[in-house]
């Protein structure tokens, strides 16, 4: 059963024309971001106060600064921070949605009941201020800045693998397998969690922009990332701070948020495209 | 009768509401760096504020019903950095700023979206379906403070046809609001378009037909109260969305409003302003819901017999 | 008496990507005042299609009217632009439907729903539509109409949402009423009802009535002339006494003989073999034959 329904997947997935640029930008960007250390030269602390505000030359492909710094490596490296506190949060919020999902799902009956109600409460809140208030209270930390964004985008996550749980729970194959003596956590094992993927998956793909937006949409307000890092939201603000004498500060990080965010959502969209094509399509 | 579930919702929004209050008065009380934690980082001025609000001297319990009591009577408390202001000053100032904005864009993302997403519908796989569809793309996936900066830069800077900054004159108010209400124009158009293609998908459409109704007719009068359901239960979502958005248009464009002095306060740990703002807006939030909730259960009359 | 509807030789087809379906393949036949014909067949034999395309009540494109012509009146409808076509659908002519639980608009009131006719075509003001609308609701059997008049669809069981809908069918006084299987949704009791109550209506206002149906005994108690089509085209006309006991077309025989009999209760039901053809395939000759394993040939 596993095998036919990847390989239908695949196939459907490969007709999605955005869906695989979508995927093809992502890789690579993801390739060049994180390789170019290996091969650039400038760093992107380096300030050369005598070349402020220079537009895209041959030296610095896409300008500099009001410091002189040159944008190509700060927007490689904010890229990096971008895309690395994107992918960890929503593996934070994966684990936790995941756990939580499962769990409901599994134990049902009351329980499960309580905890979905949980869920539909916290739905309506917008956990950017809880975000915010925690920023407040314990500081900028780095890693305490993933958990956190990791920490709001769980529910939809826990809705769907519980959904996926609940129904695979009744399928007879469990039941099956459960009468013939194979322990629940074997059940588990082998046929829920392959099961499950699926989904999760789609929805990781689809929560880290999510998260990588909430990251610049902090860092923007200065709640995020701090120097002396940096992420595209803290470049974008900078690039806005001074964006009539060099819009170019503003254009790059702008553009490659922009569009990692489009990739991801088409890619995303695909994915789940490909693995329910039952689902309503717009 | 059929609002009972309505009832069971608010029901359980009390308790919630008792729990974050709780919350809120022990966050304020340990915040770090305030009167009560060991190391007082306020000025004398404040902690003289602070100390004549919350009774230090009282027992715990006192202190918490006497928080209660102020909150019921609307007042927040004194604000932890600037000695001769309330919380409640701020907020009176700079709420009213934040709402008119709110408002507009509101106004906008409807106005567009309904539009933009009735043609899409009335037309689809034309041009006509094609080119909003794609804007709305670009509006689901970029970010505010994208958004504000290029229509600034387009309109503000290189065509010169409006204000770049300020809450002074009407032209001011146009960038911000459609700034903020743009990516929620952008949802409302696809949710107009898939409702309305949906209704007009069923049989009591062609009903109408068979009774002689002009298009405009069964557009309006059958298809949008069933199509716009979609977008009626979105506003909920869509109002959240644009009060944590008006976070960042408030900076942008230097507007007096509530989100950009909650910014300023979260950046200077101004915990009484920060957790009194946020208590706020939750309610407001909390509110809101409901208030879709029950306009919704209003037009689906199928809903007031659940 | 002259007919009222007379359909002829008419033709239309669906332009799909996958090949021209060709739904209704030159149909002809007549309606006269007062008269009750069944239309008869399987489903996909083009029965309603042949109703709802000249009406200009299906998206076009696809569909595309060839030819023929669809006299109403004195008037071809088929010549008509949908201004004019608009002017007489609910007026003249008005449909009812087989789904009675999709076909009303859950959201509005049945009242509003009611008056739309009585407004669009007799220019009336909403309070006369309104009563006059309730009088209708009376008529057709439903008891307490002014308090259904503010209901909503949902509250109505099937029965009583078609009774609803022949009321609002009818209170233009139409010339002609085309039931596309107004009971197939139905208990056979509430069957038995509305098509009594049909028939009383008609009794009273001399209206025709075109019924679009599958079920043979729908048939034998309420039609004058029958016409059975088939993949598109008429294979046989006549009266009820015609179709029913002295058939001369191999697929009427077969339809009657598959119908369920009460009085042959232990015998398996014959069903008729094969296929319904497919009708993006030009087909040659009998279309019945080719899908069917006889070999016998016979002249329509």
Known sequence: MSNGLW?????????????????????????????????????????????????????????????????????????????????????????????????????????????????????????????????????????????????????????????????????????????????????????????????????LTLTVPSVILEEAFLSYLGLGIQAPLASWGTLIKEGVDVMDLAPWTLFFPAFFLSATLFSLNFLGDGLRDALDPKGARD | MGFQYLFKRLAIMVPIFFLVVTLVFFMIRFAPGGPFSSEKSVSPAILKNLEAKYHMDEPLVSQYIRYWKDLLRGDLGPSFKHANRTVNEIIQESLPVSVELGLLALAWAVIIGVSAGALAALKPNTVYDYVPMAFSLLGICLPTFVVGPVLVLVFGLWLQWLPVAGWESWQDRVLPSLTLGFAYAAYISRLTRGGLIEIRGQEFIRTARSKGLTESQILIKHSLRGGLLPVVSYLGPALAGIITGALVTETIFNIPGLGRFFIESAVNRDYTVVMGTSLLYFTLIFLCNFLVDLVYAILDPRLKYV | MSALLKIENYKAYFYTRRGIVKAVNGISYEVHPGQTVAVVGESGSGKSVSQLSYLGLLPSPPLRILGGQVVFDGSDLLKMREDELRKIRGDKISMIFQEPMTSLNPYLKIGSQLIEPLVIHRKQRKKAAWSAATQALERVGISRPAQAMEAYPHEFSGGMRQRVMIAMALTTEPKLLIADEPTTALDVTVQAQILELLKSIQKETKMAMILITHDLGVVAGSADEVVVMYAGRVFERGSVDDIFYRSQHPYTQALLRSTPRIDQLEKELPVIQGNPPDLSQDLVGCPFTTGVLTRKRFAN
Not at chain 1, 53 to 64: E, K, M, Y
Not at chain 1, 100 to 118: C, E, P, Q
């Open chain 1, 7 to 203: 390989t239908d997947a695949l196939t459907r997935l490969k007709k999605n024309k955005l869906a695989l640029l979508g995927a093809a930008f992502l890789l690579l960007e993801v390739a060049v971001f994180f390789l170019a250390p290996l091969f650039s030269q400038t760093g992107y602390e380096v300030q050369d106060l005598e070349m402020t505000f220079s537009a895209p030359t041959q030296l610095h492909w896409f300008g500099t600064d009001s410091l002189g710094r040159d944008l190509l490596s700060r927007v490689l490296f904010g890229g990096r921070v971008s895309l690395t506190v994107g992918l960890l949060a929503s593996l934070v919020s994966a684990l936790v949605g995941v756990v939580y999902g499962s769990l409901s799902g599994f134990l049902g009956g009351k329980t499960d009941n309580v905890m979905m109600r949980i869920v539909d409460v916290l739905y309506a809140l917008p956990f950017i201020f809880l975000v915010i208030i925690l920023m407040v209270y314990f500081g900028r930390n780095f890693v305490l800045l993933f958990v956190a964004l990791g920490l709001t985008q769980w529910l939809t996550m826990a809705r769907i693998v519980r959904g996926q749980v609940l129904s695979l729970r009744h399928k007879e194959f469990i039941e099956a397998a459960h009468s013939l003596g194979i322990r629940k956590r074997k059940i588990i094992l082998k046929h829920l969690i392959p099961n499950t993927l699926g989904p999760v998956i789609v929805y």
